[in-house]
């Protein structure tokens, strides 16, 4: 939900070296491939960047921040810490799950 009578955020994408703007077509390519995403013509838009990951690959970023200027705050807040590691208490599996690709099959 946004803030009423908000104007349309475009900001222009940050300059990437080549060697980015290669891997950035390559990870597009794959995910329009697969479905995930498409051209789009909306007036709104966000700059993206790229964080290496420990493995030496790059994750695309998305610079939401002036979107999220504009987004009115949920009236309930988080959940405290300690109060989600009071209901981990007694529990014996944890799992880690990487969303790079998986991500896009969660329902919101």
Same mark, same amino acid.
Request: hydrophobic fraction near 40%.
């Given at each position: 939900e946004l803030v009423p009578k908000a104007a349309h955020v475009a900001r222009a994408p940050y300059r990437l070296a080549p060697l980015k703007m290669k891997e950035l077509a390559k990870q597009l390519q794959e995910l329009s491939d697969k479905g995930? %995403?498409? &051209?789009?013509?909306? &007036?709104? !838009?966000? &700059?993206?960047?790229?964080?290496?990951?420990? #493995? !030496?690959?790059? $994750? %695309? $970023? %998305? #610079?939401n921040r002036e979107l999220n200027k504009l987004t009115i705050k949920n009236r309930y807040p988080l959940p405290r810490i300690d109060d989600l590691f009071d209901q981990l208490q007694g529990s014996s599996v944890y799992s880690k799950i990487d969303l790079r690709s998986e991500y896009h099959h969660l329902c919101v």
């Open positions: 995930f %995403i498409r &051209p789009s013509s909306s &007036p709104w !838009g966000a &700059p993206m960047l790229f964080v290496k990951k420990k #493995d !030496g690959s790059f $994750c %695309i $970023c %998305i #610079d």
